[in-house]
């Protein structure tokens, strides 16, 4: 006989007791052993009260919920249901019960029970849906096992006709249940079970898959309810109570019985459990969504079809990434082991679109992608930027890469960050959410700054240097610069990126326990920052980490002082910074011989010019430049832009400038323009398709601004999340030769089209141009003057700056 049987002689409560004492004693038994030895002590002492109390022919002792599962923690409830079929009368199925429930009780075991035919019991779980959950996991103990038998195929069977009811009802709890606990990932006293992530969640996840409609993504998930199984277990054993509230006093003593390290260690494991059923649950609920969605349509397509089966549509959205049935996929001819940058750009577009990743499209590129090249191509680089810019679209694209390990493939240093705790209760998250919070915060002050791509990439690194030994802004200084590097940014740019991660608290430490008033204290600030557009990011980076850290962590108070500081250093900066003398580099010799081209014929020029790959299986180039020489007349820069949005080809950057040329009647004026653009998805169109629809815009003869309208209508494009509004300024003392008119927008199909045609109805001339897109952001710069030639009156540029984001907010 082993030490967790029990015999006849010890039936009652002392023998149990006493058993299972020993057994909850047993240091060498613990997890999932100790619970089903548990489970079989207690079903070995239920059964010989059972045939102690001379039970009716036609009664069972069923244990049911997680006891049924045989999931006993040292102070669970005992879940328990008296079944019988109705033969005998009421006052012995009274007195078979009293026979069992009372020595529990005595014994002070938290008891749950009830006692039902099959026929009550079936209709109680239609009634009440946690009653249907608990039957689920029906598990007979002790008496008329047909009976028992009977009863879970018969729940079984309804639960699976009821599921498109039943299944809906049952995500409003989970998400009831998680507005009112959190989330156990990121609490600092999480109740194992109650939260989101916890095991509550984990035996909803069964319900779903047990109804047949949809599955959870079971790799991790049974190691994940372990976790948590096992740390309840020791809490109850240290606690001696039955709680699932991991306090903060009891985390030390509930660490050593497990044998790990410390308490962070101890949360960390908790959190990495409860991300992966969090994880395993937002992509279930989204299948049984997509399926109850595709069942209730399926009666109106097939009558629509004349009884045809509706394929679903596939909507392109980036170069081998399209949307269907509401996700982000790979498309048919996407090719991810040759194409190294597809995580990012796949998780760029769905961020941007405000639409979820397929789990079969980021286990195939987890399981198929090549690691990026370091340092890392232009391309990947933008498209980390674009998905850090969508604001909260960004959140469950990154956790869905992360949760297949493509984040730390891409970013080694985020392993250290990974679930981390963060002890200061100002904090809402672990280290990495709130890094990419702060990224989502920074993506709405993008507006305010000439760099968002070195705001969003510093955003995402400020704290990185969390869980070195030392202060975190000095270790993540050095950190920052190597990722930096990595990821592609010049050198100049490094630089930046390090200096905001290093000084990421000096001006709210410095505005809140320093004396303005004292010039010590600024000049002290200027020489650290160093320059006035490092300073403007490190406002914007302030106030996101501030905004991502916790409400109490940023205040109209602290923003008032902070916003004081950032004035008073930007004035000791600006002391010592002559204004930016307007750019004015020699030509090319191909862009003066294509102006001297475009002068002879009187005609526009071009050429394109493909890049070299940053890999050489690539299909195609990673883009193009395109030089565009024609005479100087009014309307080409929003021409040009134009047929270049009607091809698809997505600006990344250009120049537009006049040359002078000699000629027998003196300076004869060209316009050069130097873009770099790329094919939105599909092939780059050709440069003589290019020249004709430019011919064709600049005649009238094509009238762009229709047929964009004309495609949008006809295949609009999904909106994400609202981005920031546009910001359009005059620059104070840009030049001496024109009115700087600064442009900062949410990248769009069209947008400087729209630029172009918006400054050519205010009768300004654009003297040069440069524009750059940096992720989803645009950041242009115009260089207008009048019709003379000489630069608007301040009143004059106002009114354009103003009627020009008036135009653009309206779009």
Known sequence: MTSTEVTSEDSGPSGYAAARLRLLTQEARSGPPRRAALARLTDDWLTALHAAAAPPRGTALVAVGGYGRGELSPRSDLDLLLLHDGSADAATIAALADRIWYPVWDLGLALDHSVRTPAEARKTAGEDLKVQLGLLDARPIAGDL???????????????????????????????????????????????????????????????????????????????RRTLLDTRDALHLVTGRATDRLALQEQGQVAGALELLDSDTLLRQVYEAARTISYAGDVTWREVNRVLKARSARPRLRAMLGGGKAQPERTPLAEGVVEMDGEVVLARTARPERDPVLPLRAAAAAAQSGLPLSLHAVRHLAATTKPLPEPWPADAREELVTLLGAGEPTVPVWEALEAEGLITRLLPDWERVRCRPQRNPVHTWTVDRHLVETAVRAAALTRRVGRPDLLLVAALLHDIGKGWPGDHSVAGETIARDVAGRIGFDPHDVAVIAALVRHHLLLVETATRRDLDDPATVQSVAAAVGSPSTLELLHALTEADALATGPAAWSSWRASLVADLVKRVAGVLAGDTPPAPEPAAAPSAEEERLAVEALRTGEPVLTLHAESPSDHTEPEPVGVELLIALPDQPGVLPAVAGVLALHRLTVRSADLRAIDLPTELGPAAVLVLNWRVAAEYGSLPQATRLRADLFRALDGSLNIAARLAEREAAYPRRRGVTAPPPRVTVAPAGSTLATVIEVRAHDAPGL????????????????????????????????????????????????????LETDLRNR
Not at 179 to 208: H, I, M, N, S, W
Not at 793 to 802: D, I, M, N
């Open 146 to 224: 047909g009976l028992v038998a009977g009863l879970r195929t018969t729940v079984l069977a309804d639960w699976r006709n009821q599921a498109p009811k039943r299944l809906p009802e049952l995500g409003e709890l989970c998400r009831e249940r998680a507005e009112r606990q959190g989330e156990l990932q990121f609490l600092l006293e999480p109740d194992l079970k109650e939260a989101r992530g916890g095991l509550r969640d984990a035996t909803a996840l069964r319900a779903v898959a047990a109804s047949w409609l949809a599955d959870a993504p079971r790799e991790g998930l049974a190691e994940a």
């Open 752 to 803: 400087l089209h729209r630029i172009g045609r918006a400054l050519e109805t205010a009768e300004v001339r654009v003297r040069s141009a440069h524009v750059s897109t940096l992720g989803a952001n645009a950041v242009d710069a115009f260089y207008v003057t009048d019709a003379t030639g000489a630069p608007l009156t301040p009143e004059e540029a106002s009114e354009v700056a103003r009627t």
